[in-house]
């Protein structure tokens, strides 16, 4: 009876060590993937400040111009959270609805007129 209980435990305990081994698999892939966006999102910031220092500089313009661009921006799509989120539009072929952020409607491969090289703005 123990020698029984003794294999299932030890099934049990060898199924659990392998979803631990996929886990920590999942989530070290996870943080790499993290580790990746945040050195785009470094380069982004950096190349995004370096164009507003040339704006500023050669055309005047103002950090509040900036901000209140930004706010106007902001609430294209309703809300004022601090993030753009595309926007949705018709299709002129299908008629379904589909996101600014494709060049081509999903469905049926329409481009989209007058694609916009910022989705959303
Ligand atoms: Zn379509």
């Known amino acids: 009876m123990s020698f029984l209980w003794d294999m299932a435990q030890d099934q049990r305990i060898g199924e659990v ?4 081994s996929g886990a920590r698999s999942q989530a070290q892939t996870a943080q790499e993937q ?3 966006l945040e050195s785009r999102l ?3 910031m950096l190349a ?3 164009m507003w220092s040339l704006l500023r500089e050669r055309l005047g313009v103002t950090d509040g111009e900036l901000i209140e661009r930004m706010r106007q921006i902001d609430l294209l799509d309703g809300k004022a ?3 753009m989120s595309a926007r949705v ?4 072929t299908c008629k379904r609805t589909m996101s600014t ?9 329409t481009p989209v007129a ?8």
């Open 17 to 20: 060590s392998s979803k631990a």
């Open 34 to 36: 993290t580790e990746q």
């Open 42 to 44: 470094e380069s982004l």
């Open 48 to 50: 995004n400040a370096a």
């Open 81 to 83: 959270d601090g993030k």
């Open 89 to 92: 539009l018709e299709c002129p």
């Open 101 to 109: 952020r494709f060049r081509r409607c999903v469905y049926c491969g």
């Open 114 to 121: 007058g694609g916009s090289p910022f989705p959303g703005v």
